[in-house]
């Protein structure tokens, strides 16, 4: 039980994909083929 519930909680803490990081990974992949 103990473990489950460590495991949901470090989900909430670190959503799989902000917007931000959804953003700055695009900005990447714009830059890269940019080049």
Same mark, same amino acid.
């Given at each position: 039980? &103990? $473990? =489950?519930? *460590? &495991? !949901? !909680? *470090?989900?909430?803490? !670190? #959503? &799989? $994909?902000? #917007?931000?990081?959804?953003?700055?990974?695009?900005?990447? $992949? $714009?830059? !890269? =083929?940019? *080049?």
């Amino acid at each position: 039980m &103990a $473990k =489950s519930q *460590d &495991a !949901k !909680k *470090d989900v909430k803490k !670190k #959503p &799989a $994909k902000t #917007p931000k990081e959804k953003q700055a990974a695009k900005l990447e $992949k $714009k830059k !890269k =083929s940019y *080049d």
